[in-house]
C-alpha cells in the first residue's frame, strides 16, 4: 500500500502594487520562478503608467494596470477603483513594495485581503519619507527595513518583520539607501515565505513578536 500523498500546499497569491522601480517586485518574482516561494504572482497595480514595475510585468507577462490619480476626484475613489481592480484577480496577500501613496482607510477597508508594506527604516523610527538622510542626520548606528501589516496610520500598522545594517561613516543617503534595498530583497522574500507557510500570521492583534532576518537570510 502506498503512503498517502501529503497535501499540496496551495501557493499563496500575490497582487503587488508599486510605484517605481520595481527591484522589490522583482525580487519576489525572481524567488518565485526559482522556487524559494511558493507564491504566485496574480496582478501588479500601479499608479505611474511609466514605472518600472509596470515594464517589468509586461515584460514577465504578469496580468498588470495602471490607474490614474488624476482621473478620479478623491483619493477613496482612486483607492477604491484600485481595490477592486486588485479584488478581480483574486489575491490572498497585498505587497505594497514602492507604492508611494497613502491609502486611505476607506481603502484599507475595502481591500480584499490583508496588505504588507516594505519600508525602509527601521520602524517606528522614520515614518514617510528620506529615511536614510533622517537616519544620518539623526547620527544613528544603524538603520534598516521593515515589512508591516497595512493598518489606517502611515507606515504605523504592526511590525512584522525587520532587518538591519551598520551605519558607515563615509555614508551618504544615496549609499546608505543602496545598502539598505539590498536588505529590503532578501527581507521581504523571507517575509512573504513566512506568510506563505503560516509562520507569520496576520489576523493577530498588535502585540506579536518582531522577527528579524539573520545572517543566513532566514527569519529567527
Ligand atoms: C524601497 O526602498 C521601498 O522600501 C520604498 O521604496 C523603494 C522602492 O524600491 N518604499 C517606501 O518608501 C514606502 N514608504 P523598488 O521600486 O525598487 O522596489
Given at each position: 500500500m502506498s503512503a498517502p500523498a501529503s497535501p499540496e500546499v496551495?501557493?499563496?497569491?500575490?497582487?503587488v502594487f508599486a510605484s517605481g522601480r520595481g527591484s522589490n517586485l522583482q525580487a519576489l518574482h525572481r524567488a518565485i520562478t526559482h522556487d524559494a516561494l511558493p507564491a504566485q504572482l496574480v496582478g501588479v497595480f500601479?499608479?505611474?503608467?511609466?514605472s518600472g514595475a509596470i515594464a517589468y510585468a509586461e515584460a514577465q507577462h504578469i496580468a498588470h494596470s495602471h490607474l490614474d490619480?488624476?482621473?478620479?476626484?478623491?483619493?477613496?475613489?482612486?483607492?477604491a477603483a484600485l481595490m477592486q481592480k486588485a479584488a478581480a484577480v483574486t489575491p490572498d496577500l497585498i505587497?505594497?513594495?514602492g507604492f508611494m501613496r497613502i491609502i486611505s482607510e476607506t481603502g484599507i477597508r475595502a481591500a480584499a485581503c490583508p496588505m504588507i508594506n516594505i519600508h525602509p527604516s527601521l520602524l517606528p523610527k522614520y515614518p514617510g519619507l528620506h529615511t536614510h538622510a533622517r537616519a544620518l542626520a539623526a547620527g544613528d548606528a544603524e538603520h534598516g527595513a521593515s515589512v508591516h501589516r497595512v493598518e489606517a496610520?502611515?507606515?504605523?500598522?504592526r511590525i512584522?518583520?525587520?532587518?538591519?545594517?551598520?551605519?558607515?561613516p563615509d555614508d551618504t543617503p544615496e549609499r546608505l539607501a543602496q545598502r539598505v534595498?539590498?536588505?529590503?530583497?532578501?527581507?521581504?522574500?523571507?517575509?512573504?515565505?513566512a506568510i506563505a507557510e503560516g509562520r507569520i500570521t496576520l489576523s493577530e492583534g498588535?502585540?506579536?513578536?518582531?522577527?528579524?532576518?539573520?545572517?543566513?537570510?532566514e527569519l529567527e
Open positions: 496551495r501557493p499563496l497569491r500575490i497582487a500601479s499608479d505611474k503608467a511609466g490619480p488624476k482621473s478620479f476626484a478623491t483619493r477613496e475613489d482612486f483607492d505587497v505594497c513594495a496610520v502611515l507606515d504605523g500598522g512584522l518583520s525587520q532587518a538591519k545594517i551598520a551605519v558607515m534595498l539590498a536588505i529590503e530583497h532578501p527581507l521581504l522574500i523571507a517575509t512573504v515565505r498588535a502585540d506579536t513578536r518582531v522577527s528579524w532576518l539573520n545572517h543566513r537570510l
